[in-house]
T-cell receptor, first 110, second 114 residues
Framework: GQQVMQIPQYQHVQEGEDFTTYCNSSTTLSNIQWYKQRPGGHPVFLIQLVKSGEVKKQKRLTFQFGEAKKNSSLHITATQTTDVGTYFCAGIVNTGKLIFGQGTTLQVKP | KAGVTQTPRYLIKTRGQQVTLSCSPISGHRSVSWYQQTPGQGLQFLFEYFSETQRNKGNFPGRFSGRQFSNSRSEMNVSTLELGDSALYLC?????????????FGSGTQLSVL
């Protein structure tokens, strides 16, 4: 079936280091969305990418959508303790379903 | 504007029982989706409702069912509970039925099956 794989599952970094999570789909995606879930909280929408090769930035966060629209990445520059949480990608497939990746849990050591 | 409201926040049931979870979407939102979240499994899609009609369904057994009312509020029911049904159940709403709309999640119902 259609799957969205996300790696790594966990990442521990020292505050100030960079962090990247990758999302790969078995099929071409219409769009891809990214969400952040703080510990004990619920997912909150961060951004949506639509175009092939699209790159969007939100302060220290950089989001990319692959040329083939099958992969995406989220890069955080100079992590801070406020970045702690689980980051989910969610791809929209041609059936209209939104399929979430398993998430990457980020821990930041001060 | 109030966010997505889910009740109850916590629930403890025993195997074989049934449970009903409730979700009130953001005012004006007509689409409600349900997700099951377990550690390591991410968010598994259960179903989506729009204007009282089920639009999409995930790969869950028939024990999982849902419905949406005319005021867009939604309920999810799980019958004959199993230990593996222990999870955080999240509801999410959006304004319309376009696939590219962002989701607004509730705080979830933490279900424990003993």
């Amino acid at each position: 079936g259609q799957q969205v794989m996300q790696i790594p599952q966990y990442q521990h970094v020292q505050e100030g280091e960079d962090f990247t999570t990758y999302c790969n789909s078995s099929t071409t995606l219409s769009n891809i969305q990214w969400y952040k879930q703080r510990p004990g909280g619920h997912p909150v929408f961060l951004i949506q990418l639509v175009k092939s090769g699209e790159v969007k930035k939100q302060k220290r966060l950089t989001f990319q959508f692959g040329e083939a629209k099958k992969n995406s990445s989220l890069h955080i520059t100079a992590t801070q303790t406020t970045d702690v949480g689980t980051y989910f990608c969610a791809g929209i497939v041609n059936t209209g379903k939104l399929i979430f990746g398993q998430g990457t849990t980020l821990q930041v050591k001060p | 504007k109030a966010g997505v409201t889910q009740t109850p926040r916590y629930l403890i049931k025993t195997r074989g029982q049934q449970v009903t979870l409730s979700c009130s979407p953001i005012s004006g939102h007509r689409s409600v989706s349900w997700y099951q979240q377990t550690p390591g499994q991410g968010l598994q899609f259960l179903f989506e409702y729009f204007s009282e009609t089920q639009r999409n369904k995930g790969n869950f057994p028939g024990r999982f069912s849902g419905r949406q009312f005319s005021n867009s509020r939604s309920e999810m029911n799980v019958s004959t509970l199993e230990l593996g049904d222990s999870a955080l159940y999240l509801c999410a709403s959006k304004r319309g039925d376009a696939t590219n709309e962002k989701l607004f999640f509730g705080s979830g119902t933490q279900l424990s099956v003993l």
